[in-house]
Structure formats: C-alpha cells, structure tokens
C-alpha cells in the first residue's frame, strides 16, 4: 500500500532559525495536505497542495510539491515559540474518497 | 460552530469490555473518518464512510466496527477491547464529493482511550 516517509522524527532549533520538514511518498499522489498538531491538540489543516511543482507561502511557511508529484516539503522562516508542534504530511494517491495516507509527522522543538 | 464533536474525551476500559466512540460533525459533510494515533506511528486509518450509507476498511480495522448513522454521526466501536487498542482516537470529516475534489480534513478534540 501507499507509504509515506516523512524527515526528521525530531528537530530542535532556537528560536529565530529555520526549519524544514521533508516528506516523500512511494507512489504519485494526487494532491498533498499538512497539518500542524500542538502539544496534546488535534491535528488543524494547513494547505493543500495540487499542481505538480506547486509553491504556496503562508506567512512565513514556504510548502513545495515536487515536480513528480512524490514529495514535499514544509519550510519554516524565522521559527516563533508559536511554532512548537508536530508537522504532519498527508497525501491522496487515487480520486480521494479511501482517506488521507499520513506521514509520520516531524516534531519542532524551539529553544528559546 | 462546533465542528467535530467527539464524545467521550477519556476512557479506561478493561480488557474484554466493549465501547463505542461517538463522532457528529455539523458542517454538512459527505465524508468521515476514524484515525488511531500511536507515539511514533502518526495517524492511521481505521475506517472510513466516504458518504452516508457506506463505510470502508482503512489500514488498521481490525478489532473495530462502524456505524454511519446519518450524515452527521459516525461512530466506532470496540466489540472487545484488547491493551493494543490503547491509543488516541480521532474523528475527522471532510466535504469530499462535492465536484470530487479534495479538501482539509476538520479533525474532532480526540478520545484517549486506555485498555487495562
């Protein structure tokens, strides 16, 4: 079945530098969605990504979806206490109705 | 709005007992999901109902079944409960089939679920 691998488990930064999340997927995904879990929270939606070689910024937040529509990436300018949490990655390989393949998320410690 | 109601918000079972995990949403949504999560493992799906009347397996079903009961409620129960199934549980629901495109999902508060 679809896999999907998501880079580093863990990443601990000070505060003020930047983080970068990677994500690749063992088939071509339709589109591909992040999530952004607090500490003891629920996973909350971010974006979703369709096109292949799509770029959408939020803020400070830059998603990429590679051209061969198998990764993304998650990068983070200028990392705020604000940002602690878990970064998920999830991805649709067929028409979407067969539910959300997650990754398993990349934790974002922030030292003051 | 409330979004996705998940009741209960903690429960301790014994081992052999059995339990149903509630799930409403009240935005209108075609589909709804069921998602364990487990320190290391990320969420992974249960079961899904891509729209009221049907329901899927997902990754991991085994040991659980699911009602879809009408377009808002989506329930998931344990028959007997096994120390494996100690997780956290989510609910989560999304407008998918409407022109079959793809949307956010709106994930519920969670149930953490202990099996002693």
């Known amino acids: 079945g679809q896999q999907v691998m998501q880079i580093p488990q863990y990443q601990h930064v000070q505060e003020g530098e930047d983080f970068t999340t990677y994500c690749n997927s063992s088939?071509?995904?339709?589109?591909i969605q992040w999530y952004k879990q607090r500490p003891g929270g629920h996973p909350v939606f971010l974006i979703q990504?369709?096109?292949?070689?799509e770029v959408k910024k939020q803020k400070r937040l830059t998603f990429q979806f590679g051209e061969a529509k198998k990764n993304s990436s998650l990068h983070i300018t200028a990392t705020q206490t604000t940002d602690v949490g878990t970064y998920f990655c999830?991805?649709?390989?067929?028409?979407?109705?067969?539910?959300?393949?997650f990754g398993k998320g990349t934790h974002l410690i922030i030292q003051p | 709005n409330a979004g996705v109601t998940q009741t209960p918000k903690f429960q301790v079972l014994k081992t052999g007992q059995s339990m149903t995990l509630q799930c409403a949403q009240d935005?209108?949504?075609?589909?709804m999901y069921w998602y364990r999560q487990d320190p290391g493992m990320g969420l992974r799906l249960i079961y899904y109902?891509?729209?009221?009347?049907t329901t899927d397996k997902g990754e991991v079903p085994n040991g659980y079944n699911v009602s879809r009961l009408n377009k808002r409620e989506f329930s998931l129960r344990l028959e007997s409960a096994a120390p494996s199934q100690t997780s956290v549980y989510f609910c989560?629901?999304?407008?998918w089939g409407v022109g079959r495109q793809t949307y956010g999902y709106t994930f519920g508060s969670g149930t953490r679920l202990t099996v002693v």
């Open positions: 990504l369709v096109k292949s070689g």
């Open positions: 989560a629901s999304s407008p």
């Open positions: 999830a991805g649709h390989s067929g028409g979407g109705a067969d539910g959300l393949t």
């Open positions: 109902s891509a729209s009221e009347g």
């Open positions: 088939t071509t995904l339709s589109n």
């Open positions: 935005m209108n949504h075609n589909s």
